[in-house]
């Protein structure tokens, strides 16, 4: 190899002071959306890198100031589209405490099972293509079937799959049926083996050892600095989690474990998010069963009674003059928003979903902001790679959990 | 001692005076205000103290009135102490004429994508930003979106032709 350097005429200085520069994206399939990422190589080792986020111009925040409250649910949805029930709960929630409606107990524990089966399915996706990107394409198709029960189940309660616009201020739009029920006992049998089924095809994998252990590590220190939250945060070692220090629906209520790790490298990112999913399946099993322990009315309600947020029923809407107003005046934004500032978070599959709104009494918010996590922990990139190889590169960014839509504002 | 929202502004008024001032808890949570030099002392102070803390830099945004004159543009500072799990909240106000903020990012690296993001969107000048350019728009835009003389199109108007935009149908 030397002597085919000394062969070659190069310019004045060393080819070992030649640096490359090489776009990483924004069109390749490993960077998970429009993100560019100008790397300046040294052979294969990263010298630095500068990441561009990419326009998607969707103005959500913008569209907000002109919408009423339910107008805004599908600008939410489109934020992590991989686990969209959240971040409409997490509006909905937001909204609700400004009104400072109360939701029943049975209202809670149904958000709550809604939002751990979001969860696992954003983690599926996640962590499967961890495998992808690191060589392992089999796991990724595995563990597909099992998100398309968890869209199943979605699409018994709402009508969609995946920007699901579920929910409604106080409650769901409707009680769960039985098929909910039946799918989801079906999935919380059969998901716990091809979860085991996936560690193990991975967790002791040499080769995805060896790509993930060691790659993009950050300390504790740094990605607090940094504004980590959620699985990222935790694999460097601190157990914070909007679930546990802020409890929102009722998440009080349950008793689960915070996985954390040790050295933030992609393995930990990889292995916190797995053993979230075991948590998550505990979580959902505790909530069912609190739900079957209502009894008599309680065991129907889904909504809280507030006739002036929440929508009519739908038939009603149709045949009942009285509740056509309604709908047409809540849709519209006629009954308008109290005046106040409110921010409340919720637990994201990715970290902390925070919704910041200014309300000056009006049909529509007079600010609203989404904090927005991978927006915050992708600008770790630069430091992440730095140092480490082509091949690290990718299976960092995998593991970050970047999502192109809510990187968007 | 517990970190309640009255020592944080006992503590802040000690170290401050007059300086931080119209003091909220709008849904319990402890909202201020201070002069715009002031703001990273402010923050210098609630990161530094051991009892205070506040080292975590949740969200930083920032909020246009246009009808506020000389106090057009609040920025939005939301802080995290971790330890005692406690969240406040800080605004400084700046004309739009001269919309010039001290940067966070030496003590938080997390602001510097939320400067950036800001400035693309409301112009605020961060001065001290390591690398001070859009970051969601491109950076031929001269102007700042996010702010209030750009509304949003009258979804009510009438005067387009809605056949120029495929919905059918003729105002004449």
Request: negative net charge; charged residues 25%.
């Amino acid at each position: 190899m030397q002597e085919q350097q000394h062969n070659i005429k190069l310019p004045d200085g060393s080819i070992e002071r030649q640096t490359t520069t090489l776009n990483l994206g924004p069109t390749h399939p490993a960077t998970h959306g429009v993100f560019q990422n100008i790397l300046e190589m040294d052979g294969e080792r990263i010298v630095s890198a500068e990441s561009t986020v990419g326009y998607i111009h969707r103005a959500f925040e913008k569209l907000a100031e002109r919408r009423p409250l339910y107008q805004i649910t599908p600008l939410t949805d489109r934020l992590n589209y991989c686990s969209s029930p959240i971040n409409n709960m997490g509006w909905h929630m937001t909204c609700e405490k400004l009104m400072g409606v109360q939701t029943p107990k049975r209202v809670d524990y149904l958000r709550v099972i809604i939002m751990e089966l979001a969860r696992t399915a954003d983690h599926i996706i996640c962590n499967s293509v961890i495998g992808v990107d690191t060589g392992a394409l089999s796991v990724f198709l595995y563990v597909m079937q099992y998100r398309e029960q968890i869209y199943e189940i979605y699409e018994e309660i709402c009508g969609s799959r995946l920007t699901t616009n579920i929910g409604r201020i106080g409650g769901f739009e409707r009680n769960f049926n039985a098929t909910v029920w039946t799918k989801l006992e079906k999935f919380l049998h059969e998901f716990p083996k091809a979860l085991k089924e996936f560690e193990t095809l991975l967790m002791r994998n040499r080769i995805f050892m060896d790509r993930t252990i060691g790659a993009g590590p950050i300390s504790a220190e740094r990605a607090l600095n940094y504004g980590f939250t959620g699985p990222n945060l935790r694999a460097s070692g601190v157990d914070y989690d909007v679930r546990i220090h802020s409890p929102y629906s009722s998440y009080q209520d349950f008793n689960f474990n915070i996985p954390v790790g040790t050295t933030g490298d992609v393995y930990d990112r990889w292995l916190v998010r797995n053993q979230e999913m075991w948590e998550s399946l505990e979580i959902i099993k505790q909530a069912y069963q609190k739900i079957q322990e209502f009894k008599g009315e309680e065991a129907e309600v889904y909504h809280a009674n507030v006739p002036e947020y929440y929508l009519p029923k739908k038939e009603d809407v149709y045949t009942k003059m009285e509740a056509l107003i309604w709908h047409f005046k809540i849709i519209m934004g006629e009954t308008a928003i109290p005046a106040g500032e409110v921010y409340h978070s919720v637990e994201g599959a990715n970290g902390e979903l925070g919704f910041y709104m200014i309300s000056d009494g009006g049909r529509s918010p007079y600010r609203l902001h989404f904090r927005r996590p991978c927006f915050i922990y992708y600008q770790a990139y630069e430091e992440l790679v730095k140092g480490s190889m082509l091949a690290d590169a990718v299976a960092v960014m995998s593991s970050l959990n970047l999502i192109a839509g809510e990187m968007d504002a | 001692m517990e970190l309640t929202n009255d020592y944080i502004r006992q503590r802040l008024e000690e170290k401050f005076g007059g300086e931080v001032y119209s003091f909220e808890e709008p849904y319990g949570m402890l909202t201020f205000e201070t002069a715009k030099t002031n703001n990273l002392k402010v923050m210098q102070f609630l990161f530094d103290d051991a009892e205070l803390r506040f080292q975590f830099l949740t969200d930083l945004t920032a909020v246009h009135y246009p009808n506020q004159p000389g106090r057009e543009l609040a920025v939005v500072y939301h802080l995290h102490n971790l330890v005692d799990n406690v969240r406040i909240r800080f605004k400084v106000f700046t004309a739009i004429e001269q919309p010039d903020v001290f940067t966070a990012t030496s003590l938080y690296a997390t602001a510097n994508w939320m400067e950036r993001e800001t400035y693309d969107f409301f112009g605020v000048n961060f001065v001290g930003h390591p690398n001070l350019k859009r970051i969601l728009n491109v950076d031929e835009m001269d102007y700042f979106p996010m702010r209030k003389e750009f509304p949003l199109e009258d979804q009510t108007r009438i005067d387009k032709d809605d056949e120029m935009f495929g919905r059918g149908g003729s105002i004449f």
